[in-house]
């Protein structure tokens, strides 16, 4: 008996120490990011510094971090590692969709400077169970190698807003990790760990207002951004157009059984499913001969992950209810864009700009792309006099069309070289007016 608890107590010791050496593993590995980034507002040029945390995933240095911490409008990243010495950085790529960012070390001023880090590794965040304890580690409010403990409050969560950090979409594609571990400002990117230090979930948001509601990216979800951002610069998805709702409490107006089927609550105007003849209230029942169960909104986003991860042009077999009769219908996948463009400010007429998206144009019930949002005006230049305001969508300019955000750069550059009043036509509410911009 004496044996075995000897040998119980050594176990016991060993498993403690392995924990210990993986949790310091990740504290060396995680690591504050200084953000110098700039925002085209009101019409003006402006610069603004943030802090964010992240992660070192590899020897070669690269750095998982949130879209919202490190996005491209950074102009300047640097990364303070656990030594407290701080190294340049570049953006690799980005993903508004999923809130994810990966950044590069600059190897050759670490080589330089003799400097070294470690990095941390995934863990399997689909056998994550509720109650299991968790660390969300990070620079809260920059105070660097912070850790926080708690639990996993929810392994599923969904949200069913998508609107991200300045508009840009969130969240469609996974559900979150919800945990009582404290999530504060500058805790967004850094890692949420099991105790033996596996990164399970990036910190990503959490609720103002509210104490111990903080949500974090699965890993299982980042693995794969990691792979295509390291690899493209970019994640490339598929899409359709159709924009999905959960069947609960919709089956018996449909006539559908439980758990078969997801409704189509609405179909984007010019889409590639508007073109194929869909519409709202179609039940969509399988894809590709694959049947789908949508009926609670947590399994909405694997539903819209497996539309976006089909390859761009290829033709999705949808199955779908419509009435008492089911038809088949072939959809050909567009690229996934987002609704918000490439930002631009034009600063001698006072005016910042947003190229129209696809996405946009559709949502706006826009011709085409060819023109360009007002997001701001500069008080007292001559955009703002001569009446242009936010949500303007200028379609020509000196009665040129608006083809290109390289077009409106020209002919900004060509009034500033010599200076002359510009005709500017813009549509506010669908209609059309015709405003001059005098030097």
Same mark, same amino acid.
């Given at each position: 008996?004496?044996?075995?608890?000897?040998?119980?107590?050594?176990?016991?010791?060993?498993?403690?120490?392995?924990?210990?050496? *993986?949790?310091?593993? /990740?504290?060396?590995?995680?690591?504050?990011?200084?953000?110098?980034?700039?925002?085209?507002?009101?019409?003006?040029?402006?610069?603004?510094?943030?802090?964010?945390?992240?992660?070192?995933?590899?020897?070669?240095?690269?750095?998982?971090?949130?879209?919202?911490?490190?996005?491209?409008?950074?102009?300047? /990243?640097?990364?303070?590692? %656990?030594?407290?010495?701080?190294?340049?950085?570049?953006?690799?790529?980005?993903?508004?969709?999923?809130?994810?960012?990966?950044?590069?070390?600059?190897?050759?001023?670490?080589?330089?400077? *003799?400097?070294?880090?470690?990095?941390?590794?995934?863990?399997?965040?689909?056998? &994550?169970?509720?109650?299991?304890?968790?660390?969300?580690?990070?620079?809260?409010?920059?105070?660097?190698?912070?850790?926080?403990? *708690?639990?996993? %409050? !929810? !392994?599923?969560?969904?949200?069913?807003?998508?609107?991200?950090?300045?508009?840009?979409?969130?969240?469609?594609?996974?559900?979150? &990790?919800?945990?009582?571990?404290?999530?504060?400002?500058?805790?967004?990117?850094?890692? /949420?760990?099991?105790?033996?230090?596996?990164?399970? #979930?990036?910190?990503?948001?959490?609720?103002?207002?509210?104490? !111990?509601? #903080?949500?974090?990216?699965?890993?299982?979800?980042?693995?794969?951004?990691?792979?295509?951002?390291?690899?493209?610069?970019?994640?490339?998805?598929?899409?359709?157009?159709?924009?999905?709702?959960?069947?609960?409490?919709?089956?018996?107006?449909?006539?559908?059984?439980?758990?078969? #089927?997801?409704?189509?609550?609405?179909?984007?105007?010019?889409?590639?499913?508007?073109?194929?003849? /869909?519409?709202?209230?179609?039940?969509?029942?399988?894809?590709?001969?694959?049947?789908?169960?949508?009926?609670?909104?947590?399994?909405?986003?694997?539903?819209?992950? @497996?539309?976006?991860?089909?390859?761009? *042009?290829?033709?999705?077999?949808?199955?779908?209810?419509?009435? =008492?009769?089911?038809?088949?219908?072939?959809?050909?996948?567009?690229?996934?864009?987002?609704?918000?463009?490439?930002?631009?400010?034009?600063?001698?007429?006072?005016?910042?700009?947003?190229? +129209?998206?696809?996405?946009?144009?559709?949502?706006? =019930?826009?011709?085409?792309?060819?023109?360009?949002?007002?997001?701001?005006? @500069?008080?007292?230049?001559?955009?703002?006099?001569?009446? &242009?305001?936010?949500?303007?969508?200028?379609?020509?300019?000196? @009665? =040129?069309?608006?083809?290109?955000?390289?077009?409106?750069?020209?002919?900004?550059?060509?009034?500033?070289?010599?200076?002359?009043?510009?005709?500017?036509?813009?549509?506010?509410?669908? @209609? +059309?007016?015709?405003?001059?911009?005098?030097?």
């Amino acid at each position: 008996m004496l044996k075995f608890l000897v040998v119980s107590l050594a176990l016991a010791t060993s498993a403690s120490a392995a924990m210990t050496k *993986g949790f310091d593993r /990740l504290l060396d590995a995680v690591v504050r990011i200084d953000v110098r980034e700039v925002a085209f507002e009101d019409g003006a040029k402006r610069f603004a510094s943030s802090i964010g945390s992240g992660v070192i995933l590899s020897p070669e240095g690269l750095v998982l971090t949130n879209a919202h911490v490190a996005s491209p409008r950074a102009v300047e /990243l640097s990364v303070t590692l %656990s030594s407290l010495e701080r190294v340049s950085a570049r953006l690799v790529g980005w993903d508004h969709w999923t809130d994810l960012a990966v950044l590069q070390l600059d190897l050759s001023e670490v080589k330089r400077r *003799g400097l070294k880090f470690t990095h941390a590794e995934f863990g399997d965040s689909s056998k &994550l169970f509720v109650g299991q304890t968790v660390y969300a580690v990070g620079t809260p409010f920059g105070l660097t190698r912070t850790a926080t403990r *708690g639990i996993i %409050s !929810n !392994n599923n969560r969904y949200f069913e807003d998508s609107r991200g950090v300045n508009g840009y979409e969130t969240g469609t594609f996974n559900t979150w &990790l919800q945990t009582d571990a404290a999530i504060n400002p500058g805790n967004s990117g850094g890692p /949420l760990v099991t105790e033996e230090g596996k990164v399970i #979930g990036i910190s990503s948001r959490g609720y103002l207002g509210a104490n !111990n509601l #903080g949500f974090a990216i699965p890993a299982s979800t980042a693995k794969r951004v990691v792979d295509g951002l390291t690899h493209d610069g970019s994640i490339t998805r598929s899409y359709i157009g159709i924009v999905p709702h959960a069947m609960q409490d919709f089956e018996t107006f449909y006539s559908v059984a439980l758990n078969n #089927g997801m409704l189509v609550n609405s179909v984007d105007p010019g889409s590639p499913a508007a073109r194929a003849g /869909l519409r709202a209230g179609d039940i969509l029942l399988a894809i590709d001969g694959a049947k789908i169960d949508g009926r609670f909104p947590e399994q909405l986003p694997p539903i819209q992950n @497996q539309i976006a991860s089909a390859p761009v *042009g290829s033709t999705l077999s949808l199955m779908v209810k419509r009435g =008492q009769q089911a038809s088949a219908y072939s959809v050909v996948t567009e690229k996934l864009e987002s609704r918000v463009g490439e930002e631009w400010v034009l600063e001698k007429w006072g005016l910042s700009v947003r190229k +129209v998206s696809r996405t946009f144009a559709r949502e706006n =019930q826009l011709e085409d792309t060819n023109s360009v949002l007002v997001i701001g005006v @500069q008080p007292g230049f001559p955009a703002d006099v001569a009446g &242009l305001s936010r949500g303007d969508v200028i379609t020509k300019i000196n @009665q =040129q069309p608006v083809s290109s955000l390289d077009k409106v750069k020209a002919a900004h550059a060509a009034y500033e070289a010599a200076p002359k009043p510009v005709l500017v036509e813009a549509q506010r509410n669908h @209609q +059309v007016s015709l405003y001059v911009l005098k030097p």
